[in-house]
């Protein structure tokens, strides 16, 4: 039996260079690079209302490395309380964002960052970090981890009631107004590519191995997205494809592809050890 297409194939054979190579780096590089942060937006020690669930904040980092590997990862946590790998422990991240580089400005990451849940008026923090691969002896890659950055989220001060106005005379009752259209859609392009890494995170209980993640997604009708994902964890490379669907208070999705067990592959072809995945 075949699984998958000749693109699929050529897809995951790519993917599992690249998440064996990181998974080769990892070991060999336990201690990360600082990656210095010139300029960003939102600053350190920002303060920003507060923001609700699936909120999206937009991220500007200016840092001293160019040409990272898929971009500069942000995460978003309630607590200054590093992890194993040196960013901040999963256990308190509430928010995660990937930055592409600009084109016509090496070092300068744009994106944004994707709230999973409310934040309501307090300290957080947010940290960067990315890959880059030496691509000449000794081969590996090189990890570069920020500083935690202090981000405040503080509620607006009321505002003064207005003067009281005074008692206009009785007026006929207004004819009844027409109901309210149903507000826009709000689920853009780039908020809909942001949501790939979060969705692989819910479905596999693994992230993606950090510059192994690549996406193109595109619009197909006003809320509809299709994205074409490929990614390794510690344990299979996957590729396919990603279809995204907004609706009025959430969204749905639904993922068709195949993946290979890293194990399988060392032994045998991609397309002996191809096995098809659906959710």
């Given at each position: 039996?075949?699984?998958?297409?000749?693109?699929?194939?050529r897809?995951l054979a790519?993917i599992?260079?690249?998440?064996?190579?990181?998974?080769?780096?990892?070991?060999?590089?336990?201690?990360?690079d600082?990656?210095?942060?010139?300029?960003s937006?939102p600053p350190?020690?920002a303060?920003?209302?507060?923001?609700?669930?699936?909120?999206?904040?937009?991220?500007?980092v200016?840092?001293?490395?160019p040409?990272l590997?898929?971009?500069?990862?942000i995460?978003?946590?309630?607590r200054?309380?590093p992890?194993?790998?040196?960013t901040?422990a999963?256990d308190?991240v509430?928010?995660?964002?990937?930055?592409?580089?600009?084109?016509?400005?090496?070092?300068t990451?744009?994106?944004n960052v994707?709230v999973t849940?409310?934040m309501?008026?307090?300290?957080?923090?947010?940290?960067?970090?990315?890959?880059?691969y030496?691509?000449?002896?000794?081969?590996?890659t090189?990890?570069?981890?920020s500083?935690?950055?202090?981000?405040?989220?503080?509620?607006?001060?009321?505002e003064?009631p207005?003067?009281?106005?005074p008692?206009?005379?009785?007026?006929?009752?207004?004819?009844p107004?027409?109901?309210?259209?149903?507000?826009?859609?709000q689920?853009?392009?780039?908020?809909?590519?942001?949501?790939v890494?979060?969705?692989?995170?819910?479905?596999?209980?693994?992230?993606?191995i950090?510059?192994?993640?690549?996406?193109?997604?595109h619009?197909?009708?006003?809320?509809?997205?299709?994205?074409?994902?490929?990614?390794?964890?510690?344990?299979?490379?996957?590729?396919?494809?990603?279809?995204?669907l907004?609706t009025?208070?959430?969204?749905r999705?639904s993922?068709r592809?195949?993946r290979?067990r890293?194990?399988c592959?060392?032994?045998?072809?991609?397309?002996?050890?191809?096995?098809?995945?659906?959710w």
């Amino acid at each position: 039996m075949r699984f998958g297409t000749p693109d699929l194939v050529r897809r995951l054979a790519w993917i599992l260079a690249i998440g064996s190579a990181a998974l080769a780096a990892a070991a060999a590089n336990a201690a990360a690079d600082p990656l210095s942060i010139t300029s960003s937006t939102p600053p350190d020690a920002a303060v920003i209302p507060p923001q609700s669930s699936f909120s999206s904040i937009p991220f500007t980092v200016e840092t001293n490395v160019p040409g990272l590997a898929g971009g500069v990862v942000i995460e978003l946590a309630t607590r200054n309380v590093p992890g194993r790998d040196g960013t901040l422990a999963d256990d308190f991240v509430i928010g995660r964002g990937y930055l592409r580089e600009s084109d016509a400005y090496p070092g300068t990451y744009r994106g944004n960052v994707l709230v999973t849940q409310a934040m309501p008026a307090g300290n957080y923090y947010w940290q960067a970090s990315g890959t880059t691969y030496q691509l000449t002896p000794p081969y590996g890659t090189i990890r570069y981890i920020s500083a935690p950055v202090a981000l405040n989220v503080a509620s607006p001060p009321p505002e003064e009631p207005p003067a009281p106005a005074p008692t206009p005379p009785p007026t006929p009752a207004p004819a009844p107004a027409p109901s309210p259209a149903e507000p826009p859609l709000q689920l853009t392009l780039r908020e809909a590519t942001t949501l790939v890494p979060r969705l692989i995170r819910r479905e596999t209980r693994r992230s993606p191995i950090p510059g192994t993640l690549t996406t193109r997604c595109h619009r197909r009708t006003t809320t509809a997205f299709v994205c074409s994902p490929s990614w390794a964890d510690r344990s299979f490379v996957y590729a396919g494809t990603l279809r995204i669907l907004e609706t009025i208070d959430s969204y749905r999705y639904s993922f068709r592809g195949v993946r290979a067990r890293i194990s399988c592959l060392r032994r045998r072809s991609v397309r002996a050890c191809a096995m098809r995945v659906e959710w």
